[in-house]
T-cell receptor, first 115, second 116 residues
Framework: EPEVTQTPSHQVTQMGQEVILRCVPISNHLYFYWYRQILGQKVEFLVSFYNNEISEKSEIFDDQFSVERPDGSNFTLKIRSTKLEDSAMYFC?????????????FGQGTRLTVV | AQKITQTQPGMFVQEKEAVTLDCTYDTSDPSYGLFWYKQPSSGEMIFLIYQGSYDQQNATEGRYSLNFQKARKSANLVISASQLGDSAMYFCAMREQGGSQGNLIFGKGTKLSVKP
């Protein structure tokens, strides 16, 4: 069964450092997403990506964040200068654009710890 | 205002019993979808069931069913014959058709514990 894969599963980084979280969405999906889940809290939308550009972003997704689809398979989230409050589980998801009931397939997540 | 409300932070259920996890939602979009995801302690998000706003019948998927009451804006998840492996966090989520790129809005979740 096709799946979304994320690497690394866990990343520890120093405050102020840049991190890149990687995702390989399901190959025939066209919408890609990043979500964040701070420990013990709900899953929050960060950004959606379609047709090689950001289609929507939340207020969380500020100038410290960027996304890229550098080739036909990878989808990355970059945090330029990490802060302690960026510590969270980051989920990548992908889905077909239509219909509305198309479920989002989530990756296993990357647990980011900023120290 | 919260778009998705899950009022039960934690629930206990005896193995083999049925349990209902509550979810209410708020939207002015006539076309929307409601999803339930399971998050075990390992952290991954597992899709369980979907209900569309225009669906006439309640969705069912194996032991999972969705009690959809549109007028009340509720979409409760019913798990029948609970198993120990059902112990997890359960999130209700909504996707609105208009004005969005299909992102999901999640509730705060309900932690379900199944007792042997």
């Amino acid at each position: 069964e096709p799946e979304v894969t994320q690497t690394p599963s866990h990343q520890v980084t120093q405050m102020g450092q840049e991190v890149i979280l990687r995702c390989v969405p399901i190959s025939n999906h066209l919408y890609f997403y990043w979500y964040r889940q701070i420990l013990g809290q709900k899953v929050e939308f960060l950004v959606s990506f379609y047709n090689n550009e950001i289609s929507e972003k939340s207020e969380i997704f500020d100038d410290q964040f960027s996304v890229e689809r550098p080739d036909g398979s990878n989808f990355t989230l970059k945090i330029r200068s990490t802060k302690l409050e960026d510590s969270a589980m980051y989920f990548c998801a992908s889905r077909q654009p239509h219909p509305i009931e198309a479920e989002a397939f989530f990756g296993q997540g990357t647990r980011l710890t900023v120290v | 205002a919260q778009k998705i409300t899950q009022t039960q932070p934690g629930m206990f259920v005896q193995e083999k019993e049925a349990v209902t996890l509550d979810c209410t939602y708020d939207t002015s979009d006539p076309s929307y979808g409601l999803f339930w995801y399971k998050q075990p302690s390992s952290g991954e998000m597992i899709f369980l069931i979907y209900q569309g706003s225009y669906d006439q019948q309640n969705a069912t998927e194996g032991r999972y069913s969705l009690n959809f009451q549109k007028a009340r804006k509720s979409a409760n998840l019913v798990i029948s014959a609970s198993q120990l492996g059902d112990s997890a966090m359960y999130f209700c989520a909504m996707r609105e058709q208009g004005g969005s790129q299909g992102n999901l809005i999640f509730g705060k979740g309900t932690k379900l514990s199944v007792k042997p």
